[in-house]
């Protein structure tokens, strides 16, 4: 099946530092979307990408669809402590099982105050 | 205001217990879904739904139980608790065919089982 590839697996870095993440897969995806999750709480959406090539920013994330439309970055500017958390990236297709979000396993972020 | 909700938060329960994870959600979706996350790590998909009577098992194999029979909600069931089913449960939905906005997900259900 289709497989993510989502890198870094962790990151513990300075606040006030930038932070960049990104997602692979072999396959295109019609959709990609960044989900946030704080300890103990289910995933929340925090961006939504349509189109290849499209660019997307929500406060101090930035996102961008890959070209190719087989991978997605993430970026966070000037990181504070409460970004700590765990990033997932998601491809999503049209159709049956195929419109199943796709997750990659995770990037965990610390942030050192 | 439309939301997921899952209870309990926090579970623990003793080996061979029978046990239901219960998921409602208010936003008419269509679709659910149950996914098992061990601390800090990767979200396993066990069940998910397509509509009332409609359930299918997902890409991790689980002993877990689930059914469909109202459109709000989608309980989970483990007729026998183990200690290896310790983990996070995590509800989820999403909308009708093409929209392809993602999942909103509970807040999850954390079962220790002793």
């Known amino acids: 099946g289709q497989q993510l590839n989502q890198s870094p697996q962790s990151m513990f870095i300075q606040e006030g530092e930038d932070v960049s993440m990104n997602c692979t897969s072999s396959s295109i995806f019609n959709t990609w979307l960044w989900y946030k999750q704080d300890p103990g709480e289910g995933p929340v959406l925090l961006i939504a990408l349509y189109k290849a090539g499209e660019l997307t920013s929500n406060g101090r994330l930035t996102a961008q669809f890959g070209i190719t439309r087989k991978d997605s970055f993430l970026n966070i500017s000037a990181s504070i402590p409460s970004d700590v958390g765990i990033y997932f990236c998601?491809?999503?297709?049209?159709?049956?099982?195929?419109?199943?979000?796709?997750f990659g396993k995770g990037t965990k972020l610390s942030v050192k105050p | 205001e439309a939301d997921i909700y899952q209870t309990p938060r926090y579970l623990v329960i003793g080996t061979g217990k029978k046990i239901t994870l219960e998921c409602s959600q208010t936003m008419g979706h269509d679709k659910m879904y149950w996914y098992q996350q061990d601390p800090g790590m990767e979200l396993h998909l066990i069940h998910y739904?397509?509509?009332?009577?409609?359930?299918e098992k997902g890409d991790l194999s689980s002993e877990s139980t689930v059914s469909r029979i109202r459109t709000e909600h989608f309980p989970l069931t483990l007729e026998s608790a183990r200690p290896s089913h310790t983990s996070q449960y995590l509800c989820a939905s999403s909308g009708t065919y093409g929209s392809l906005r993602g999942y909103t997900f509970g807040s999850g259900t954390r079962l220790t089982v002793v």
């Open positions: 998601a491809g999503q297709n049209y159709g049956g099982s195929q419109g199943n979000l796709i």
């Open positions: 739904s397509y509509g009332v009577n409609s359930t």
